[in-house]
Structure formats: C-alpha cells, structure tokens
C-alpha cells in the first residue's frame, strides 16, 4: 500500500517583540491556552497561521517596505496576530509613514484594543481597520530571524518565519483571554531557566530561538546582527543518537548551537 505524503506546511508567523532590560533585553511571551490544540499550556512568542486575507494585493498601498510575496504575507500575519495576542500595534500614520518613521502610540493602540476579538475571529477585515484609522503596516520593522518548517510525520506541519522588532513604545501588552492566558516580558535566559525550573513549557523551536537571542546585549545589537545574518531554514529530521534515542536532527550551518534534540523532550 503506497504511503500517503505528508501535509503541506501551512504559511504562519511569529514575532518575538523586545524591550531593553539589564542585563539582557526582554522578549514578549505568551502562555497558550490549556484548551489550544496545539502547544497547549507552553509559553510562546505571539503568532499563528497567515490568513487568506493576508495575502490581498490591496495590502500593497497600507504597508511600508516591499518584501515579495512570502515574506510580506508573513510579515503581515506576525504584526496581526501581535496585535490581536498582545494589541500591541506595529503600524505608522499613513500621513507619516516610510521606513524608520515613528510607530503609533498607547493612544492609538488603545482605541483600536475593542476590535482584537473581532479580528482574531475573522469578524472584521484587519486590512479595513488600518484603512479606518488611516495606518500603514510597519513591516520594515521586522528582522527576519528564523525559519521553521514542522517535521515529515507530524499531522498537523506549518511553515513559520520568526521575525523579530523593537516593542513599539509606551503601547502596554495584555493577553487575548481566548488563545492566551498571560503575557510577560523576560529575558531569553529567564525563560530558558523557567523551562529548567519545570516552571514553564517551552517547545523545541521556541526554545532554540530563546537560546538564540540570548546572545544579543540590546535591542539595537539583536537588529543589527541578526538583520545582517542568513536565515537557515530548518525541517528537522527524526533519526536516532549514538546510543540509539529517538530524536531529531537539525542542520548546523542553522546556526542554534544545538543539532541534535531528544524526542523525549520535545513538546508538542
């Protein structure tokens, strides 16, 4: 009997939104909600699938930077779904808009906080609200950071770009109620402590990408050298250690530091 292929990855996005802190900046983290069907429980940097909307051309006119169509898709959900897990807004006055210009304020984000629900839901056009409220997207805000495609024999596979940017300014950030239960702001090395600890869920990709930026000092360092660093895409691959474990292999030149990751720890 001929096996069945694999599920085609689905187009989805993350965004690790930070802060500067001593001694290390801080990241935003969400805690998923128990009833998720996926990583339910873990903590993880707001994001999710790209919506067909996602992909309308007539994005073109309400976004800063030209990016293709894959990555402005991505980059699209990532600032959508930030502001529907956490309402923070990456977004530009159209009549104040270009790359580098000033992103909108707690003002801004708090007016348009009643709409996350209906957004998330599909109940309103997200592309409509910044038509309404005259913004563009502020995609050149986002560094391209990691690029995860979910394993051959998973059920459910998704293909996720992980993007990371400054916190816009003076917004304040408060979970969704339905897909979250918290947000936080921490380190990369609390995080990963917490997930030591037994404190936290933190699965495969979310961790590698934690130990990743720990190694950035600032904000400004974090954009400056990843923003000038290849992105290696990673599809990890099951195989078996020396000693005969089940686990997953991941390619070097990715650049995490780790290649090998047990399946016993893998949360899913």
Known sequence: MTKPPPPEPRLS??????????????VLMVKRHYEIDFAAGALVFPGGKAAPAD????????????????????????????????????ARPRSARGPGATL?????AEKLAPHRSAVDRGEASFLELMRENDLVLALDSLVHFGHWITPDMMPKRFDTHFYIAPAP????????????TDAVWMSAADALQQELDGAATIIFPTRMNLVKLARATSVQMAMSKFGSEPVVSVLPKVGKTEDGQPCLYIPEEAGYGQTVELLSRVNV
Do not use: K, N
């Open 13 to 26: 996005a993350t965004i690790l939104l930070l802060r500067d802190a001593a001694p290390q900046p801080e």
């Open 169 to 180: 300014e003076w917004q304040i950030a408060a979970h969704d109620g339905r897909e979250t």
């Open 104 to 108: 909108v304020g707690a003002d801004m």
């Open 55 to 90: 992909a309308s051309p007539d994005w073109d006119a309400w976004t800063d930077g030209d990016f293709g169509p894959v990555q402005q898709d991505a980059r699209i959900a990532a600032i959508r779904e930030a502001y529907e897990e956490s309402g923070l807004l990456i």
